[in-house]
């Protein structure tokens, strides 16, 4: 029987305001504003993509035509080859770095994140509510605040500079484990889990073939963002592997082990040609810094273009996941 | 916050068998490490234990109060502009077409694909004077090089600025998630009650998201305080002492890989991890925002 439906409605109509001056002069405020702020979003971005069809200038003051011009698409393919010509840096290694690290971590996110939000829902047990408070302090706490701990802990451990001193904190995401509890305590999961209960299923089968199956949505969204935090870590990995890995015993200093960089840490060593290295004693405030140079001296264009590669794989996730970010959906799960 | 214990859930031991993995992860990522620099935090240089001696001492070095200075004035400059920003800018673009929302929306997003190193590259080349997009502003201050751009007192604003330029984005969808949930007959109430945009957004919606708004700010001021990439991208390319110990963080890091002093540091890196969990624990229970059952 379809229930019945009735809907009241009163409409008013309300009449649009008659148009002032005042009520246009806000009009025209509320729009400059809108268009400053995203002028102030976009151009940087707009910039960098332009940059990487210029010749770019090598030094300070040689400008090559207007910051916001486009230079060619050939002049792009030139660059390209540059970069990956081996003479800047280990770009190749330094992204498969990132891939293998970022995607390690991943698949640890979602391996045990997912059964883990699963038997917080469906299974009563001792510490049940512990484990709960603990996940949410966690996922509150901004992850910068375990670096410190986790490198001083690699370093009692001696697995600075091993790839598992960053996967291990990558696969670490309590959001997606609050996610998906709360994605499987809802009274549709439990009813679907009980029916197959019945049906003979042991604990294993119910998840496998009935949980599993349901939770593609949220595999999506721990999946994108725990890529996302992961490629754009900086701090873990330049603990793990800069500050620290470069570091023996007792003060020595030993080579850095670049080959095994991801790629935010690659890159940005190669931008800052004037840093100073890990254990070098610290110099007075320089006064004579005229601009960014890479270590090989190539201009501005190909380290636009360098910067624009880093972040290529994290820009293509978030384009692809954009309608569904951008819908504010992902915080709905919240209210 | 209320955890209850509902009649469905099923008393059975094989949950801890779902459980065990991300357990031991958390242990071996989150708990030991906590507990390993606590235990660094609380003992002497030659292993024993020292009471608080590590945190007075620290509290006492010549680099640690303005480390906390800067990050103050830091903190000051970027909070202010997330809760008058991001909330003017979400009720404005609330208000406004759907499409062109989710247009204007997209642009803001767009900079979080370059959190954390790549921004803070970007923003170098932004403000150095010749190349940049903004050379006219550049100019106009009477920046020649880049170390004008990157002058002390200017690292503050800088700082917020990038911090800014690639967080907000995610905070206006936050927002914008958080407006879209009101009721439509609300609105709709207020505008037959002859209430007009201003009025609508200051006693109609504002109210309505002001958890979020203090969910941002606690989580903003918790994550601030943990600035890093930030000063050190910028204390590498400028190769300036005085920005090797800029933040909290970097001051913890410099004290133990120059000076070896492990103690130290751990003291450093609790006195900042209680900050955040206090942070955590405020939005856990007092926002709301974060329930536990359906």
């Excluded at chain 1, 992850?143 to 600075?160: N, W």
Aim: net charge positive.
């Amino acid at each position: 029987m379809r229930p019945l439906n009735i809907s009241l409605r009163f409409d008013v109509s309300v009449t649009p305001q008659p148009w002032t001056l005042a009520s246009g002069l806000r009009r025209l405020v509320l729009w400059a504003v809108l268009a400053v702020v995203a002028v102030f979003f976009a151009v940087p971005i707009v910039w960098l993509l332009l940059e990487t069809t210029r010749a770019g200038q090598t030094g300070p003051d040689s400008q090559v035509g207007a910051p916001l011009a486009f230079g060619s698409l050939h002049q792009l393919v030139q660059n390209w080859q540059v970069l990956f010509s081996g003479l800047v840096g280990q770009i190749g290694t330094w992204l498969a770095n990132s891939a293998l690290y970022s995607g390690s971590g991943v698949l640890i996110a979602v391996g045990l994140g997912v059964p883990a939000g699963y038997g917080l829902a469906t299974f009563d047990f001792f510490g049940r509510r512990l484990l709960l408070f603990a996940t949410m302090i966690a996922m509150l706490i901004p992850s910068t605040a375990l670096v410190l701990p986790l490198v001083l802990e690699a370093h009692s451990l001696g697995m600075l500079s091993s790839p598992l001193a960053v996967i291990l904190p990558y696969g670490f995401f309590p959001f997606g484990v609050y996610i998906a509890y709360l994605y499987f305590n809802t009274p549709r999961v439990f009813g679907l889990l009980a029916a197959a209960r019945s049906d003979g299923c042991n604990e294993w089968q119910a998840f496998r073939h009935v949980a599993l199956p349901l939770s593609t949505p949220i595999l999506g969204l721990v999946v994108v963002l725990d890529f996302i935090a992961s490629w754009t870590n900086y701090f873990l990995p330049w603990g793990m592997y800069l500050a620290f890995g470069c570091a023996g015993s007792a003060g020595t200093t030993i080579a850095c082990q670049t080959t095994r960089y991801p790629v935010t840490l690659g890159v940005a060593q190669q931008l800052m040609a004037g840093a100073p290295a890990p254990f070098a004693i610290p110099q007075p405030a320089s006064v004579t810094l005229q601009s960014l140079q890479m270590q090989t001296n190539a201009p501005a264009s190909v380290e636009a273009l360098l910067i624009l590669v880093s972040v290529a794989p994290v820009i293509v996730v978030l384009v692809i996941a954009q309608r569904w970010i951008a819908s504010g959906r992902l915080q709905g799960i919240f209210v | 916050m209320a955890i209850r214990r509902k009649p469905q859930l099923r008393p059975r031991k094989s949950g801890y068998l779902f459980v065990a993995p991300y357990v031991a992860l958390l242990v071996v990522v989150g708990i030991y490490p906590v507990g390993y620099a606590a235990n660094l935090a609380l003992t002497s240089f030659t292993a024993h234990f020292a009471g608080l001696t590590n945190f007075i001492n620290s509290y006492h070095d010549y680099q640690f109060v303005p480390a906390f200075e800067n990050i103050g004035k830091f903190l000051a400059i970027w909070l202010t502009a997330l809760v008058v920003l991001v909330v003017g800018l979400s009720l404005v673009l609330h208000s406004l077409n759907r499409r062109v929302s989710a247009a204007f929306r997209f642009v803001f997003y767009l900079p979080a694909a370059l959190a954390g190193s790549a921004s803070v590259m970007l923003w170098l080349f932004v403000l150095q004077p010749g190349d940049s997009p903004w050379n006219f502003i550049l100019r106009w201050l009477g920046y020649k090089t880049l170390g004008d751009s990157l002058a002390p007192g200017n690292l503050p604003v800088i700082f917020a600025l990038i911090a800014f330029w690639t967080g907000a984005g995610s905070w206006i969808v936050v927002m914008h998630g958080a407006l879209a949930t009101i009721p439509e007959d609300l609105l709709e109430a207020a505008k037959l009650d002859g209430a007009g945009w201003w009025r609508t957004a200051v006693h109609v919606k504002l109210p309505l998201i002001q958890r979020w708004i203090a969910y941002m700010l606690i989580g903003a001021f918790a994550a601030g305080t943990q600035l890093f990439v930030e000063p050190q991208l910028v204390s590498e390319a400028t190769a300036a002492a005085s920005n090797q110990t800029w933040s909290p963080n970097q001051l913890a890091v410099f004290l133990s890989f120059h000076l070896d002093n492990f103690n130290y540091a751990a003291a450093i890196s609790i006195d900042l991890l209680v900050v955040a969990l206090i942070c955590a624990a405020v939005i856990l229970m007092r926002t709301g925002l974060f329930k536990v059952g359906h």
